[in-house]
């Protein structure tokens, strides 16, 4: 097992990792839309909250070797369902066909005051 780590992404607000590499694959906590300077929420526009949290997905895979192309599965989490649609324009601006495996599901709450977090799991590259 091995940690994964950047100052291109936001530090992690708790005892977790920003990704973890085990057994071929990449684990990626959820991302939220702070940028990784200042930590400070990019936006209240939910599109522009999802760009920043792929922004930092991308930057934590980049720092493992790995890209959005390398991504098995999502799961996005919205504080409001009605923002399925945009936060779906913008994942499809980030992920390539075949497109993962994902969920999406509506909560009632996140750690930060924002709409939209995102994990991911990767297939790890090879060394």
């Given amino acids: 097992m091995r940690e994964i780590a950047t100052d291109n992404a936001p530090t992690s607000i708790g005892p977790y990792s920003q990704a973890i590499e085990a057994n071929g694959f990449l684990f990626v906590s959820g991302q939220g839309a702070a ?8 936006s209240d526009d939910i599109t522009e909250q999802a760009e920043q949290v792929f922004e ?3 930057a934590i895979l980049n720092a493992a070797g790995a890209s ?9 989490f919205l504080t ?3 923002n399925y649609e ?3 324009e913008v994942y499809a601006e980030y992920m ?3 497109f993962p ?4 599901v509506q909560v009632s709450d996140l750690p930060i005051d924002i709409g939209v977090e995102i994990e ?3 297939v790890a590259p090879e060394e």
């Fill in 120 to 122: 991911v799991i990767a």
């Fill in 96 to 98: 390539n066909e075949p």
């Fill in 68 to 76: 959005t192309d390398d991504v098995v599965k999502a799961t996005v």
């Fill in 35 to 42: 940028e990784p300077e200042t930590r400070e929420i990019v």
């Fill in 80 to 82: 409001d369902i009605d």
């Fill in 86 to 88: 945009a936060v779906n």
């Fill in 56 to 58: 930092n997905i991308t």
């Fill in 101 to 104: 495996a994902r969920s999406a």
